[in-house]
């Protein structure tokens, strides 16, 4: 498909290349409206499963998606101010740590981190706001693929019942995504009750994936609020552990990381972490 067609081409095709994968999906109507067809897209590729695509299809969809990140706004981490620089702090690591509101999947960072669930295969709910399914959406259907084989791979190793342990990060591209690489995580589900162990699990999340960036050389990083949401980490506490685990791993390892940016979606989360600076 060439190059010269525009984004609204592009979305026509992919709608109707995706729609057409499965038969129970071919009488599904196709709006008319570009919001309606973005609408659609995404829920034909949240609920695909990590069988490849065509090169074909490959090729127009990141054509279409990088497109669609330069539509939003590419964020580079470099350019993000630190909380010296935002709010004036002392804090040891005030150079280092930004805290940042808005889209992860707009920041062009060497990792953004993904809280992911232990099947490590994305979010299946079409449309759902949840982290998973935005960089699963916006990454492209290679992303749930590499996933898929990376748990196959894990699978053959420890058997068919393996699901990810919570803190063990997974590293994979990012495909058309602007960050380099994404860095998924399962943190601790909290469900009766904040526990010391959550609080440690938690903990290990953040020292995990720094130790992850420092192994393959990463170094910038941004971070989601993992566990917090649905998977019921309090807001506050959550900042704290993030904020005092991330601090320390920078104190004991210097000249390491370049930035480490803290994102958030809630202003209620901006406040917490704002206010531990």
């Known amino acids: 498909m060439s190059e010269t067609i525009t984004q609204e081409q592009r979305l026509d095709y992919l709608v109707q290349r995706f729609k057409d994968e499965k038969p129970e999906y071919r009488r599904v109507r196709i709006p008319n409206d570009t919001e309606g067809k973005q609408r659609l897209l995404r829920s034909l590729m949240n609920i695909r499963d990590a069988r490849p695509a065509p090169a074909s299809v490959l090729s127009v969809q990141d054509i279409y998606l990088r497109g669609r990140a330069l539509e939003k706004g590419i964020v580079n981490i470099n350019n993000i101010e630190t909380v010296e620089e935002s709010l004036g702090s002392t804090h040891p690591c005030a150079t280092l740590i930004s805290v940042w509101q808005g889209d992860i999947t707009r920041i062009a960072a060497d990792a953004i981190v993904n809280a992911a669930n232990?099947?490590?295969?994305?979010?299946?709910?079409?449309?759902?706001?949840?982290?998973?399914?935005?960089?699963?959406?916006?990454?492209?259907?290679?992303?749930?693929?590499?996933?898929?084989?990376?748990?196959?791979?894990?699978?053959?190793?420890?058997?068919?019942?393996?699901?990810?342990?919570t803190a063990v990060p997974m590293l994979t591209d990012a495909y058309n995504l602007p960050a380099k690489k994404v860095i998924h995580i399962v943190g601790p589900i909290v469900q009766y009750g904040l526990t010391p162990e959550h609080e440690q699990k938690l903990a290990e999340c953040y020292r995990n994936v720094l130790d992850m960036c420092r192994e393959n050389g990463l170094r910038t990083v941004a971070f989601c609020c993992i566990s917090t949401g649905v998977f019921m980490f309090p807001g506050?506490?959550?900042?704290?552990?993030?904020?005092?685990?991330?601090?320390?791993?920078?104190?004991?390892?210097?000249?390491?990381?370049?930035?480490?940016?803290?994102?958030?979606?809630?202003?209620?989360?901006?406040?917490y972490y704002e206010g531990l600076f």
């Open 118 to 165: 232990s099947q490590m295969i994305g979010c299946f709910i079409p449309m759902h706001n949840c982290i998973d399914n935005c960089i699963h959406t916006y990454a492209g259907v290679q992303l749930r693929a590499e996933c898929s084989r990376k748990m196959n791979s894990m699978r053959l190793k420890f058997g068919e019942e393996y699901e990810q342990p």
């Open 236 to 271: 506050e506490r959550a900042a704290e552990i993030a904020v005092r685990t991330v601090s320390d791993w920078l104190t004991n390892n210097p000249d390491t990381m370049d930035r480490v940016v803290f994102n958030v979606f809630k202003d209620e989360d901006k406040e």
